[in-house]
Nanobody, 114 residues
Framework: QVQLQESGPGLVKPSQTLSLTCTVSGDSITTSIWTWSWIRQPPGKGLEWMGGIVLDGSTYYSPSLESRTSISRDTSKNQVSLQLSSVTPEDTAVYYC??????WGQGTQVTVSS
């Protein structure tokens, strides 16, 4: 059974870089056919796809976030990471790691505040 676990700081100051890690168990990010994505949900708003990484390591980003977003992977640890730079309070959200849009981690709350 595949499991995704997000981790990272719950509080980030404005203008800093948000860094999250998704640890995957039960599947391999280097052999899986699925896209590994980051999706977030700000309070009171809908889900927003931020970007993803695929089998060959190629990455794809939402145009609205592309200039601030970086998704990478650590194949030795079977992890997918997210970095979002120059954060503002509008980046406050629950951040989810998702496999193929069908399997979701539990999500992690990130608050941007000074």
């Amino acid at each position: 059974q595949v499991q995704l676990q997000e981790s990272g700081p719950g509080l980030v100051k404005p203008s800093q870089t948000l860094s999250l890690t998704c640890t995957v168990s039960g599947d391999s990010i280097t052999t899986s056919i699925w896209t590994w994505s980051w999706i977030r949900q700000p309070p009171g708003k809908g889900l927003e796809w931020m970007g993803g990484i695929v089998l060959d390591g190629s990455t794809y980003y939402s145009p609205s976030l592309e200039s601030r977003t970086s998704i990478s992977r650590d194949t030795s640890k079977n992890q997918v990471s997210l970095q979002l730079s120059s954060v503002t309070p509008e980046d406050t959200a629950v951040y989810y790691c998702v496999r193929g849009f069908a399997t979701w981690g539990q999500g992690t709350q990130v608050t941007v505040s000074s």
